[in-house]
C-alpha cells in the first residue's frame, strides 16, 4: 500500500515538470494577492466517483515579474491604468468514454483524447473601475504525444484499477494554437463577507472556439481581488459560486483536430451541443502566503448521445 502510494504521487508529479481549457485559475475568486506565486492544480473526476468524459487535469503556474519580458505578451492587450501580473502555466487535460475498458470504439460516446499546452497568460486589474481583464495564448499538442495514454495507464496500475485499453482509438496527433480573452466586473460588494461579478471569456483557436457567460459569487470572510497587490493577502476562507453557460463553436477533444482528420472516431459537428450549462462551486482558505482551494464542477452533456458529467479538483499555492 506505501509503496503504491508513492508511486502515484510520482506519477501525479513528474510528468507534468518533465512536460486551456477545463482549468481556469484566472477568475477572480482565485487571486492571490502577489506579483510572484506557484501554484499546483490537480483535477479528476475521481472525486465525483465517475471515471468518465473529462477524466483529469494537472495545470503547473508561475506568476513572476521577470515574465513581464516574455515576448508572447505583445499578442496581449493590456488596458491602461490597471496593475498586471504576467505568467506562465504548463497544462494537461485528458478525457475518455464511459467504458475505457474496452479495445473497441465506443461509437456513441466521447472519444479518447488528451491536450498538452504551454500557456502564456497575463491578469489585468483596473483598481478605479474594479474589472479584471485577462488573455492567454495556448501552445501545444492534442493526441498520442500528449502522454495521455501513458499517464492514465500508469496511475491505473499505481492505484490497483482496472487499466483502460481504448487509447489506441484516441484523437490523432494535432497542433493547438488557442488564444482567450476575458473580463470580470465587480457588480457588488458588502463589506468582507459578499461580492458579486459578472464574467464573460472567449477562446478562439484549434482545440477550443467558444464562449461563456455568468456570474461568480463569494461569501465568507473575503479580501476584494479588485485592489492592489501591496494590500497583502489577509486570512481568508470562503465559499464561491460560478454559474456558466457556453456556446460552442468547436472542441478538438470532440471533433478531433483542425488539420489531421485522420482520427479513427470523432463527434460529427451535426452532433456538438452548441449550449451547455456549467456550474463551479467550491472552498478557500487564503493566509498572507499560502492558497487552498478544492472545488467541484458539472457541466451538461457535451453532445447529443453523450452524459452530464462531473469533476473536482485542488488547488495549493504560495507566493515567494
Known sequence: MKTNTIKLLLLLIIPNCLLAQKINN????????????????????????TD???????????????????????LFYIPENTENKFGL??????????NYKSIEIQYSDRPFAAAIMLKSFVISTNIEKKYRGYSSFNLGIIGPGAFGKEMQVAIHE??????????????????????????EKQLIRFKNIFSLQSDTNLKVGTLYTNASFGLNATIGLINSPFTSNS???????YFYTQPVVNV???????????????????????????FTAQHNYG????TRTLYFEYSRSAITREFESGDSAKWGGIKIGFTF
Open 52 to 74: 468518465k468524459n473529462y477524466t483529469q487535469g494537472y495545470n503547473f503556474e508561475l506568476v513572476s515579474p521577470f515574465l513581464e519580458k516574455n515576448p508572447v505578451n505583445y
Open 283 to 286: 472552498i478557500v482558505l487564503k
Open 89 to 98: 502555466s504548463i497544462e494537461h487535460i485528458g478525457f475518455t468514454p464511459n
Open 158 to 183: 499505481a492505484t490497483g484499477n482496472t487499466i483502460p485499453q481504448g487509447w489506441r482509438n484516441q484523437i490523432k496527433n494535432d497542433v493547438v494554437l488557442n488564444y482567450e480573452i476575458g473580463l
Open 26 to 49: 484566472m477568475a477572480s475568486f482565485r487571486d492571490i494577492k502577489s506579483d510572484s506565486y506557484f501554484r499546483f492544480n490537480y483535477d479528476n473526476d475521481y472525486f465525483s466517483s
Open 231 to 237: 494590500n497583502k493577502n489577509k486570512f481568508q476562507l
Open 248 to 274: 460552442i463553436g468547436y472542441d478538438a477533444t470532440l471533433q478531433g483536430g483542425l488539420f489531421n482528420r485522420k482520427s479513427p472516431y470523432t463527434i460529427s459537428a451535426s452532433s456538438i451541443e452548441r
